[in-house]
């Protein structure tokens, strides 16, 4: 070996020591870093002696980052689901809770038994009278409440869909960066953690499965299928609405729905294109969940309604007069259910502010002139007609017989069972999330790992200088002799 081979062999190692002392100390700056990747360098022997750097590796499995993704995917449309059920249920209330529709309606059947047993006095007629309307507006406030968690998914779907389109774009651009660089030391390899630390950051929306493609490039694609980018994005459309009434539906066309480029993407579907992340997560709650909590509150209002406009009730109503509770001020059609709840009103007939008189609740709503001061009769049976089983018509108890009392606690019982079965969903895939991120986090930087490598590097370093010395000694002893 000539005296230049040395020279070029040991300026080599210095070369790759000074390379990797440098990576050592980012592994080490970065060991409290999210998403980053431990850092180690590939080494060659160069055929003209020496050692050559072919590049710099991330320390990452492919499998465990897919894994976890699904994971975080899952755990957001999870906690999804189970926030707008508890939206719901603390809508409707706890039974014994002041303003809740248990509670409203037992302060109403206490005051029509009271009224009952002075049905003279016109205090207690009043209260009776009031207690109704607190009870319609409870119900019709819980509906509202349920629209107001459709809307709030409504707008989080467009928040989503911006989130992905603008995460997408930036996956672009840097696919695009890394294949005009190729393979060229640190530049490209802090590209592609940005890149990861982009796509991670788009998992939770939507479940991601990152495929490589020639020069360092990678496509997307949803866990269900859908392709998100292959060598340019495809765009996600939707337009959000703002408002949401009861009637608004997708299929009916009032809501709008996602297309992916050119394609619609069938959010109902029982296994959606989109996997099971935050963003069909949304459009479940807005299209499926809450939807089905009105429809049992509109059973409730339903079943209230039809109990107190019953002519073999109330002598004085005739067939399709209103009674106590009404649509709107009008008797309620069995075509027209749909938002019944918002629409639930006292009638006029007995509210006193709108022209009406109180003791037409003790003679009749249709009665057009007062009656016996003592009589009870109509009171008690108002009263009795709450706790009598009724076959309900429609909502999840259709068909079987229950009291007013009964339908409302079926409907909590029902939104709250369901909160519950995603609040253990959350609690299960969080823990197998955590698992998946310490296993991660394992395959990542070792403090002392780096030490021990810092030491070796140092060594070499040192040995490699050594040479270099030797080698410029014997240059200064030829030198001497020419």
Do not use: H
């Not at 072919?54 to 499995?61: I, M």
């Not at 894994?67 to 409707?92: F, W, Y």
């Not at 918002?342 to 022209?355: K, T």
């Amino acid at each position: 070996m000539s005296l230049t081979t040395a020279l070029n062999t040991a300026a080599s190692g210095l070369r790759a020591t000074s390379r990797a002392a440098e990576l050592v100390a980012g592994n080490v700056a970065n060991v409290a870093t999210p998403g980053y990747a431990r850092r180690d360098l590939i080494l060659t022997t160069n055929t003209l002696g020496g050692v050559r750097i072919e590049g710099v590796s991330r320390a990452v499995d492919p499998l465990l980052i897919a894994d976890r993704r699904v994971a975080e995917a899952n755990s957001a449309s999870a906690d999804v689901l189970a926030d707008g059920l508890k939206a719901i249920e603390e809508a409707i209330g706890e039974p014994t809770a002041v303003g809740s529709l248990g509670e409203r309606l037992a302060r109403f059947e206490a005051s029509l038994i009271e009224a009952a047993t002075r049905p003279d006095l016109d205090a207690r007629l009043s209260a009776a009278v009031s207690a109704a309307g607190e009870l319609a507006r409870g119900i019709a406030n819980t509906g509202r409440e349920i629209q107001d968690v459709r809307t709030k998914a409504d707008g989080d779907i467009a928040t989503m869909v911006r989130q992905v389109n603008a995460g997408l774009e930036q996956v672009d651009a840097l696919n695009d960066e890394i294949r005009r660089l190729g393979d060229r030391g640190p530049t490209v390899i802090n590209l592609k953690e940005q890149r990861q630390q982009v796509i991670d950051g788009l998992s939770d929306i939507v479940p991601l499965r990152e495929v490589e493609r020639q020069n360092g490039q990678v496509a997307l694609f949803t866990t269900g299928g859908a392709v998100l980018l292959e060598g340019s994005p495809r765009r996600l459309e939707f337009t959000p609405k703002g408002f949401i009434e009861p009637w608004m539906s997708l299929s009916g066309g009032a809501l709008s729905g996602l297309t992916i480029g050119n394609d619609a993407i069938d959010t109902s579907a029982p296994r959606s294109l989109l996997g099971e992340g935050a963003l069909q997560a949304a459009f479940t709650l807005r299209d499926q969940v809450a939807p089905d909590a009105q429809a049992s509150l509109d059973a409730v209002a339903r079943d209230l309604v039809e109990r107190f406009q019953d002519p073999a009730l109330d002598p004085t109503l005739t067939a399709g007069d209103a009674g106590l509770f009404t649509d709107n001020g009008l008797a309620f059609d069995p075509v027209n259910e749909e938002g019944l709840a918002q629409r639930l009103e006292v009638n006029a007939f007995v509210v006193p502010g709108a022209g009406g008189e109180v003791w037409r609740l003790r003679d009749g709503i249709g009665a057009v002139a007062e009656g016996p001061l003592g009589d009870s009769g109509l009171l008690t049976a108002l009263s009795e007609q709450l706790r009598a089983p009724r076959t309900a018509a429609s909502g999840p108890t259709a068909g079987r017989a229950f009291s007013v009392s009964d339908q409302v606690n079926a409907f909590l019982t029902g939104v709250a069972s369901e909160r519950q079965r995603r609040d253990g969903d959350v609690a299960f895939i969080s823990s197998r999330l955590e698992a998946l991120r310490n296993e991660e986090a394992q395959g990542g930087v070792d403090t002392d790992d780096e030490m021990q490598k810092l030491l070796a590097v140092e060594q070499a370093y040192g040995a490699n200088a050594r040479v270099l010395q030797t080698l410029d000694t014997l240059f200064e002893q030829l030198l001497g002799i020419t």
